[in-house]
């Protein structure tokens, strides 16, 4: 049981838009920032968003993402097959001084 | 360029224990914290330790699920963070990430440079 909340899984047609949300509590979204990552299993999960909503330099602006109070939110615009991967959250818990994952959504383009 | 190279992991029988590297360059490794992230088969992500750079007194974090179990170290001569993992069990079967993490203080980090893992299978 992930202390953040993620769909388990989501689909939409190449070019369609999609968004992925990610449900907290005071004790971690709440108070710190969050982080977006994609992984394909066996790779090397890659970082999509940091701060909420700023994107590492070579992460194209079709992804982006937003807070509001103790939920976050990933968008992603203009659907490519290559999108296809796990999403997951992130971000620290002051109450469990740890970091958290949500429990991942698993994209699938159509 | 970073980069961030897990080793250390391979068949391993049950009750014994492994000590997993995380070799990075590219950047200052002393000035970063470093994360070890696990995978268990069909399953999400799971955090598993930080360990803060010297700035920050080196302290360490652990998930509660892991705490007692594992420990992490680093050594910023050799660029290397180490995950020890204790008495392992079937269910520590995992591909095993480690991940720089930049941040500051108790609880700002996020991880942006991973490795490809380092694969653990525990048999019993």
Redesign the interface.
């Known amino acids: 049981q ?1 202390v953040l909340t993620q769909p388990p899984s989501i689909s939409a047609a190449p070019g369609q838009k999609v968004t992925i949300s990610c449900s907290g509590s005071n004790s971690n979204i709440g108070n ?2 969050v ?1 977006w ?1 994609q ?1 394909l ?7 999509l968003i ?2 909420n909503s700023d994107r ?1 330099s070579g992460i194209p602006g079709r992804f982006s993402g937003s807070k509001s109070g103790t939920s976050a939110t990933l968008v992603i615009t203009g659907l490519q097959a290559g999108d296809e991967a ?1 999403y ?1 959250c ?1 971000t ?1 818990d ?1 109450s ?9 959504t698993m994209l699938t383009v159509l | 360029e970073v980069h961030v190279v897990e080793s250390g992991g391979g068949l391993v029988q049950s009750g014994r224990s492994l000590r997993l590297s995380c070799t990075a360059s590219g950047f200052p490794f002393g000035d970063f914290a470093v994360s070890w992230v696990r995978q268990a088969p069909g399953k999400g992500l799971e955090w598993l330790g930080l360990i803060r750079s010297s700035l920050w007194g080196g302290t360490i974090d652990y998930a509660a699920s892991v705490k007692g179990t594992i420990s992490i170290s680093r050594d910023d001569s050799k660029g290397t963070a180490y995950l020890q993992i204790f008495s392992l069990k079937a269910e520590d079967t995992a591909m095993y990430y480690c991940a720089r993490a930049p941040g500051w203080g108790a609880n700002y980090y996020y991880f942006d440079h991973w490795g490809q893992g380092t694969l653990v299978t525990v048999s019993s």
């Open positions: 992930s710190n920032y982080s990552y992984h299993p066996g790779t090397a999960p890659k970082l940091y701060d590492p796990d997951y992130g620290w002051s469990l001084s740890a970091a958290v994952f949500g429990g991942g």
